[in-house]
């Protein structure tokens, strides 16, 4: 087993984990929040596969599926083609509206073959290359995309736990 197989394991929980907490969920259920500080889960799923994109196309040296597939445009939102969510504040987190879970998961499947495609690429050895050199030490592939991993399946697992909320309201 190459270690590139347990990455791809990990990031197929994380698409089986988005699905779940999306499937069958109206627009409002989507941008529900728990309180006006918190994340939906229409941001939380946006966010993650946004980080996914962005991380997966640097290390690969691709365009990112976002803006090179039009998923920007489809989704409307009022930020740059650029912005990931990250540092997002209360006001950014409500402006994320979808009208379906489908656009949600049809972005992230995308997202989630692109990174397949790339790790079917990758050796062994390729995981000790350095990928950024601002951190002391520097970051290497492999730490870069189990970084990855984390921050996705802590933000699928808020998904998922929202979804519970949303659910008991109903």
């Known amino acids: 087993m190459r270690g590139t197989d347990l990455l791809v394991d990990a ?3 994380i698409k089986g984990t988005v699905h779940r907490s999306v499937r069958g969920l109206s627009a409002d259920e989507l941008a529900f929040r728990v309180d006006d500080s ?3 889960i ?3 799923v946006w966010h993650l596969t946004r980080i996914q994109d962005d991380h997966i196309s640097d290390v690969a040296g691709t365009s990112q599926v976002w803006s090179d597939a039009g998923w920007d445009r489809r989704f409307g939102l009022p930020f740059s083609a650029a912005d990931t969510g ?3 504040d209360a006001d950014e987190v409500a402006a994320v509206r979808v009208p379906s879970g489908e656009l949600l998961t ?3 499947d995308a997202v989630h073959d692109q990174t397949v495609r790339y790790l079917a690429r990758v050796s062994d050895d390729e995981l000790t290359r350095i990928v950024d050199e601002s951190w002391n030490p520097p970051v290497t592939l492999g730490v870069r995309l189990v970084s990855v991993v984390s921050d996705d399946m802590q933000h ?3 998904a998922a736990y929202v979804r ?3 659910l008991r309201r109903r």
């Open 11 to 13: 990031f197929g929980r």
């Open 42 to 44: 229409a941001w939380l």
């Open 156 to 158: 699928a697992g808020q």
């Open 106 to 108: 049809g972005y992230h």
């Open 86 to 88: 990250y540092g997002h």
């Open 38 to 40: 918190a994340n939906s």
């Open 164 to 166: 519970g909320i949303v």
